[in-house]
């Protein structure tokens, strides 16, 4: 059983910057795909950035393509969500997730999901 535990969220301005962490613990790190979802309100949750259990492969949606970036350290457990130049849209509770296997695929389900950390972007 893997653990997910994210931090970092907060209230900041458009065109600012947060850095959301998230914690494995239960399982092995590198086994495992990490990917970044969120959840807007009223909105259905989506796919932000996905991280292949090396971190040489990155996925990232549209909307956050330039701005964010994913990334993962192995020894620290741990995998990184960088957001700069954020804008009020992408106001969300922000989940950390993880997909048995080494490389990250959209058509299967995460095994396992963080609680979710806020981010509000005020304009």
């Known amino acids: 059983q893997v653990q997910l535990v994210e931090s970092g969220g907060g209230l900041v301005q458009a065109g600012g910057s947060l850095r959301l962490s998230c914690a494995a613990s239960?399982?092995?790190?590198?086994?495992?795909?990490m990917a970044w979802f969120r959840q807007a309100p009223g909105k259905e949750r989506e796919f932000v950035a996905a991280?292949?259990?090396?971190?040489?492969?990155?996925y990232y949606v549209d909307s956050v393509k330039g701005r964010f970036t994913i990334s993962r350290d192995n020894a620290k457990i741990t995998v990184y969500l960088q957001m700069n130049s954020l804008k009020p849209e992408d106001t969300a509770v922000y989940y950390c997730?993880?997909?048995?296997?080494?490389?990250?695929?959209?058509?299967?389900?995460?095994?396992?999901w963080g609680k979710g950390t806020l981010v509000t972007v005020s304009s």
């Open positions: 997730a993880a997909q048995a296997g080494f490389n990250w695929s959209p058509f299967r389900d995460m095994d396992y």
């Open positions: 991280v292949t259990w090396s971190g040489s492969n990155t």
């Open positions: 239960g399982g092995i790190f590198r086994n495992y795909a």
